[in-house]
């Protein structure tokens, strides 16, 4: 005899794998212990984007790579995501647990492959001539000497920065896996919990798997802050080489190899949920009486057949197509992701904007994302729950939260002066024959610079600094033995004043005050933004379509907010930054390596202006969602039959 649909489902309810369902392990078939385990996942494969970011100064360091190749590999997970995620969301809707898990070992394979490549890794040279410990290679010598090249310091610096450059690749194909991966994972979880969750229990649901989804990104700025200031090799650093040193490496591969090893434990036990829970029945019948599902409907979505998945493809690609309110909702989280791609770039331009070292500047914005992430979540989460809202109501609250964005971007204009270097800010003292944008200058022609290290020089007095003591003409300095940081220089041919101090000018009185103002608007500019993005906006893709195409929108969204978000967000944002490079690594005119020092005026501007314009475009698009979103979804007429080998988890 044929079980029907609804036996099959009984049967198969139970935790387990294959045959082995044992009763003590039905107490956690329950939806707070999915919820928790799949947002454990989702906080694991979060914490290596979220290394991409704090690790991209290093990263850029390492591997000698430019803005616009850095926002390649912070784009590299988005490029495979948006390619494979209509197809993941429209097959995974009968067996959601099972693509769930692939998600979970591709991410695993990521981690392993990131983390690997410190096995190929050429680290630079560590001899005196490098870390500028001595006074000949880092001041001014005669030319007949070799200069400031004596030693080959700009030739071993560019023999491991232009091998390492080659690991470029690899890295990008590790970020294409966790984009392989980490798609499933997005497409099937918010759809199985929509289906063990009651409408009052959904959106705390959904604020809590996004706060530890969003919690990754502090924890990671937190952890990777630490890390980069730990020696690579785990032990102690060479002499003189220093955090502060211009090519000290951190153990930046840890950050992929701690979050590797946590996927594995939080991981695995997600395999052993069945396919539907027993608790999916009443929810089903809570969405019957509201008028938002069937029966018939349920049982279609779990028990197509793969040839009837193949053949529905394009009709459902239709139905969502005409489906204005969807589309315009797609548009609004596109701009939305393209403004929120810009934040990776916010640790290094920070702390170049404030002039505080880089791990300070991601620390901090770790803890202040950290409260704005947590407060935003859960607010919105429990408007969502408490309000009960229905679809519409969640896109009505989307748009008056997000109009309260614009003023607080307009904020982020504010900045402090930056360093007026010489020669590229401002002329050299006393030199009328050579432009801005020349670091060489009457004063230190004969003395061979390189620009391979920035080792920036304040000429305190005049409130000027040149790009190394070397470019300052300085012929003596009294540097640390002991870090090989900090110290005095004289004699100095670019200056009048008779001593210069190593490391850049200090900032004004008022620029902690600007910070701190900026770091306060970002936080609020945070907390708004996460009030409504994505609690209420998961509610409003989960109840915009029927309930059969839930998982193929959840896969369209990804497709499309990844295609035109995501994924053209950094690199817009990494060819802006470049744009306004004043010096790049090496001395070449053009992005042929890192950059040393910025235009940051007119940086700032185009930063800034472009976040508030892409605001403006998102608050405008889920403005036209709302008005056309529909009271209540129209059913898909497709009703498959029951498909006997349809509902084990495995």
Not at 324 to 334: D, H
Not at 489 to 497: E, F, L, V
Request: hydrophobic fraction near 40%; charged fraction near 15%; aromatic fraction near 10%.
């Amino acid at each position: 005899m044929v079980e029907s649909c609804e036996d099959q489902v009984k049967k198969v309810a139970n935790c387990g794998i294959w045959a082995w369902r044992p009763s003590s392990l039905q107490v956690v078939n329950k939806p707070a212990t999915f919820l928790i385990l799949f947002s454990l996942v989702s906080f694991c494969t979060t914490i290596t984007v979220g290394m991409n970011q704090v690790l991209m100064p290093a990263l850029q360091q390492l591997f000698n790579m430019t803005s616009k190749q850095m926002g390649y590999i912070l784009i590299s997970n988005d490029l495979t995501g948006f390619m494979v995620a209509f197809i993941f969301g429209h097959f995974s809707s009968r067996s959601k647990i099972r693509w769930i898990f692939f998600g979970v070992f591709v991410v695993l394979l990521s981690c392993v492959l990131q983390s690997g490549t410190q096995l190929f890794v050429e680290l630079p040279e560590t001899t005196d001539n490098l870390n500028g410990t001595s006074n000949s290679e880092s001041t001014c010598s005669d030319s007949e000497n070799g200069g400031y090249n004596v030693g080959g310091a700009s030739t071993a610096g560019n023999f491991y920065a232009a091998k390492n450059n080659k690991l470029f690749w690899v890295l990008f194909v590790a970020g294409m896996l966790h984009g392989i991966g980490n798609t499933p994972l997005m497409v099937c979880g918010m759809t199985y919990l929509d289906e063990i969750m009651t409408q009052n229990k959904l959106g705390p649901a959904i604020a809590f798997n996004n706060i530890l989804n969003y919690m990754a990104f502090p924890v990671s700025f937190v952890l990777g802050a630490f890390l980069i200031r730990q020696y690579v090799t785990l032990g102690a650093a060479p002499p003189g080489v220093t955090p502060e040193s211009s090519h000290w490496v951190g153990a930046w591969w840890m950050g992929y190899l701690i979050p590797g090893v946590l996927l594995i434990v939080t991981g695995f036990p997600v395999l052993l949920f069945p396919k539907q829970m027993p608790a999916a029945k009443g929810v089903l019948m809570k969405k019957i009486e509201r008028g938002e599902s069937s029966e018939e409907e349920k049982e279609a979505e779990l028990n197509r057949s793969f040839q009837e998945l193949i053949t529905d493809m394009v009709p459902t690609l239709k139905r969502l197509a005409k489906n204005n309110a969807l589309v315009f909702l797609l548009f609004g989280e596109a701009f939305n992701n393209i403004f929120l791609s810009s934040m990776p770039f916010d640790t290094k331009l920070y702390s170049l904007i404030f002039k505080m070292p880089t791990s300070k500047t991601g620390i901090l914005l770790g803890v202040l994302r950290t409260i704005g992430t947590l407060v935003g979540l859960i607010i919105g989460g429990t408007i969502v729950g408490k309000c009960n809202l229905t679809g519409r109501g969640c896109m009505r609250f989307v748009v008056v939260t997000q109009m309260l964005t614009l003023p607080l971007t307009v904020l982020t204009l504010w900045h402090c002066d930056p360093d007026q270097v010489a020669g590229i800010d401002i002329p050299y003292p006393g030199d009328i024959l050579h432009p801005i944008h020349n670091l060489t200058s009457g004063c230190n022609m004969e003395c061979g610079c390189s620009t391979e290290f920035y080792q920036p020089t304040c000429d305190l007095g005049h409130g000027v600094t040149y790009f190394s003591p070397c470019h300052a003409g300085c012929q003596a300095s009294s540097l640390s033995q002991k870090d090989g940081a900090g110290g005095v220089y004289s004699a100095c041919r670019c200056s009048t004043s008779p001593h210069l101090l190593a490391g850049p000018c200090p900032p004004g009185p008022r620029c902690a005050r600007k910070m701190w103002v900026v770091l306060i608007a970002q936080n609020l500019l945070g907390i708004v933004v996460f009030i409504s993005a994505y609690p209420a906006l998961h509610v409003a893709y989960l109840r915009v379509v029927n309930e059969i195409d839930r998982t193929a929108t959840q896969g369209a969204k990804h497709f499309f907010t990844r295609a035109f978000g995501f994924l053209l967000g950094p690199i817009i944002f990494g060819a802006i930054i470049d744009n306004y490079c004043a010096v790049w690594r090496g001395g070449g005119g053009d992005a042929s390596g890192s950059c040393h020092l910025y235009d940051l005026n007119n940086l700032i501007l185009t930063f800034s202006l472009s976040q508030t314009a892409l605001r403006l475009c998102s608050v405008t698009s889920f403005f036209l969602s709302w008005r056309f979103y529909p009271d209540k979804p129209k059913y898909s007429e497709k009703l498959p039959e029951c498909d006997n080998d349809s509902n084990s988890n495995i």
